[in-house]
C-alpha cells in the first residue's frame, strides 16, 4: 500500500510524476478549501456552531488589553478539516 505524505509532496508527486490533469485536481481542490474556509470566516460569527467561543478557547482581557487564542475551536476545525481533505483525496483517487 503506498504511504501518504503532505499536500505538498503530493504536489510535488504529481508535478514530477503525473499529469497536468491530476495537478489540476488538486489545485482545483485546493481552492475549494480555501473558498469554504473564506466563507467560514466571512459568516463566522453568524454560525451557530459555538466555535470561537468553546470551553478551551483562551481569553484574557487587561486594561486596553485583549489576548484571544482559539485552542480548542483550532482543535475541533483542524480535525473536521482532516476528516474533509481524507475523504475528498479518497474520492479523487478513485
Not at 474556509?37 to 481569553?59: A, H, S
Not at 489576548?67 to 478513485?94: C, D, G, H, N, R
Request: proline content about 3%; overall charge positive; charged content about 20%.
Amino acid at each position: 500500500m503506498k504511504k501518504k505524505g503532505s499536500i505538498a509532496e503530493e504536489i510535488v508527486h504529481i508535478a514530477k510524476f503525473g499529469s497536468m490533469s491530476e495537478l489540476g485536481k488538486v489545485l482545483l481542490l485546493m481552492g475549494l478549501v480555501l473558498l469554504v474556509l473564506g466563507l467560514l470566516l466571512t459568516f463566522f460569527e453568524k454560525l451557530p456552531l459555538g466555535l470561537g467561543r468553546l470551553p478551551g478557547d483562551i481569553v484574557i482581557k487587561r486594561d486596553g488589553f485583549t489576548f484571544y487564542f482559539p485552542l480548542a475551536t483550532s482543535i475541533v476545525l483542524s480535525v473536521l478539516l482532516s476528516v474533509l481533505l481524507t475523504l475528498l483525496f479518497s474520492l479523487l483517487k478513485k
